[in-house]
Structure formats: structure tokens, C-alpha cells
């Protein structure tokens, strides 16, 4: 399955989800979830995630609802 390297989704509303980048790092969550994994430089300003770790925490509807919108496919 090919991927758009420009796909981007909006955030739903009153949502928290952050992401933080230290050295080859990344960590954050989606609102409900943590998230971590690492990151490789492939040039040209850009950055390639590494496969992630997840909690798979049970949260409100509207919360999960955001958590899903932000989770990759």
C-alpha cells in the first residue's frame, strides 16, 4: 500500500494531542494514548517515524473519538 507522504489530518476539536521530538526520539499522545518510537533523518528536512508503542487506554467516547482521528492507519 503506497503512502502519501503529505497526508495530513485535521485534529478534532478539544483535543490534546501532542508530539515531542528529542534527538532520534519521539513521544506524545493522542488525547487518550501514549505514543513513542523513533525517529531516522532521511534528508531534505525530512523525518521518517519508526514503528510506535501504544497504551490502548479505554476513555471517553468523545475522547477516543479524537484519540482515533489522530492514531495512524
Known amino acids: 500500500m ?7 489530518r485535521p485534529v478534532a476539536a478539544g483535543s490534546n494531542a501532542q508530539l515531542e521530538f ?3 526520539a519521539y513521544s506524545g499522545s493522542d ?9 531516522t533523518r532521511v534528508g531534505g528536512g525530512h523525518i521518517r517515524f519508526g514503528m510506535a508503542a501504544t497504551t490502548r487506554m479505554a476513555c ?3 475522547v477516543m473519538a479524537a484519540a482515533d482521528a489522530f492514531r495512524p492507519r
Open 22 to 24: 528529542r534527538g532520534r
Open 60 to 62: 471517553e467516547p468523545t
Open 31 to 39: 488525547s487518550c494514548n501514549r505514543i513513542s518510537g523513533r525517529l
Open 2 to 8: 503506497a503512502r502519501d507522504p503529505d497526508r495530513r
